[in-house]
């Protein structure tokens, strides 16, 4: 093996408009594939599910974790009505999905008590998991181990894991979402403040991660290498290895037990669909195409704290214009992350700085729908 040779390469959606390409490289990836075999254990028996589009990195899991164990993969075909009823018709003992997936089953009521036995494995990860949606998969799955783990992109894959207690693990939930718990063995967790000091123990500041998992940057990108893969002020009372660290831009508060509870993100980075996406990259383009500087894009509809969507709120625009908007949008991102509504605002609200308000254009939506 060639540790520094790339293993695979994965755009995530950028900021300016342009998707950031992370190379990760084969250590990365071994170290990722060594950790989980320890961790999961699968074997020849199991039936590992398929669920993850081969553009997310959480798709290279489902491949080599089960061909590895010489398990049996089992995709989900786009005519199967949900990738839940895969578990039943395939006899299925690993799941791995983004919490949206589940909760749509849990939407069309397949989440039954007892209604998935065979699964020993049932992880979660890409999105927030919501205690209820946790405690819901968990009574369908009853007989399975149920983990949230935790990762981006750019630390290969999924790098903390929180194993979920029916007994002790609703209490321990922070804004009803599961904590996302301990690094894997080997790698490194560091909660900072903005000038990548660590924060005390209990504050919340933003994680940064490190270790064998972690990639070195960009392709060809050294700008936004260079924030992103940073090295950590050392604080005299912490033990902070002289190492690169990636700064993830979510935020979250560590206990003293070193368990990490999500807080959210300090940007604009979203999830649609267990996708990610940053909002700024189409706000570029719907603005380009509604030909107007008031027009953002929000996540919408919200049910649980997550979004399904994405809609266009613009000002001074056309109603009759929209369809052609859409369209305009089509040509130039992938189908999750264009707007499949175009709402028309007498005025854009700002805050205090003077920027677009997306908290309150939220509120508006919400008021508007009801
Ligand atoms: P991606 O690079 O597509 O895997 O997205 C990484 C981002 O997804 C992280 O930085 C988080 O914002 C989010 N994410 C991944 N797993 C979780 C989780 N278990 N809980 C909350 N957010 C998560």
């Not at 490289?25 to 669920?51: I, L, P, T, W």
């Not at 912490?238 to 993100?265: A, K, M, N």
């Not at 369809?323 to 175009?342: D, F, G, K």
């Amino acid at each position: 093996m060639d540790g520094d040779a790339t293993a695979y390469l994965l755009f995530t959606s950028g900021s300016t408009g342009i998707p950031k390409g992370v190379a990760v490289s084969q250590s990365n990836a071994v170290a990722y594939m060594e950790y989980a075999a320890k961790r999961f254990g699968f074997h020849a028996a199991d039936r590992c599910s398929q669920n993850f589009d081969l553009t997310f990195d959480l798709s290279v899991h489902d491949l080599f974790t089960c061909w590895d164990a010489g398990a049996t993969l089992c995709p989900y075909a786009e005519q199967t009505l949900t990738p839940a009823t895969l578990v039943e018709e395939k006899a299925l003992t690993c799941w791995f999905s983004v919490p949206s997936v589940a909760m749509f089953a849990s939407k069309l009521g397949l989440l039954d008590p007892g209604a998935f036995p065979t699964l020993r494995w049932s992880l979660f990860c890409g999105e927030a998991l919501s205690a209820s949606l946790a405690a819901a998969w968990q009574g369908a799955a009853n007989n399975s181990i149920l983990e949230n783990l935790y990762g981006p992109t750019e630390a290969t894959i999924a790098i903390t894991y929180y194993r979920w207690d029916s007994a002790t693990s609703p209490a321990e939930c922070v804004r009803g979402l599961v904590p996302i718990g301990w690094p894997f063995d080997g790698q490194q967790v560091c909660a900072v403040d903005e000038n990548l000091a660590p924060v005390a123990m209990g504050e919340s500041g933003e994680l940064c991660l490190g270790g064998s998992q972690v990639t070195r940057g960009y392709l060809n990108d050294p700008e936004k290498t260079a924030k992103s893969f940073v090295r950590l002020k050392k604080a005299s009372d912490q033990h902070i290895s002289d190492q690169v660290w990636y700064r993830t831009g979510d935020l979250v508060r560590q206990d003293e037990r070193g368990c990490l509870f999500y807080l959210g993100r300090r940007d604009f980075q979203v999830k649609i669909n267990g996708y990610r996406v940053e909002l700024q990259e189409i706000d570029l383009v719907l603005r380009e195409a509604a030909h107007t500087e008031l027009a953002v894009a929000i996540p919408w509809p919200l049910s649980d704290g997550s979004a399904s969507g994405i809609v266009g709120v613009v000002s001074g625009s056309d109603p009759k214009l929209d369809a052609q908007i859409i369209a305009a949008c089509e040509t130039r991102l992938p189908r999750y992350m264009v707007p499949n509504r175009i709402y028309h605002f007498p005025q854009i609200p700002l805050n205090v700085n003077g920027k677009i308000d997306r908290g309150k254009i939220t509120e508006m939506l919400g008021k508007w729908e009801n």
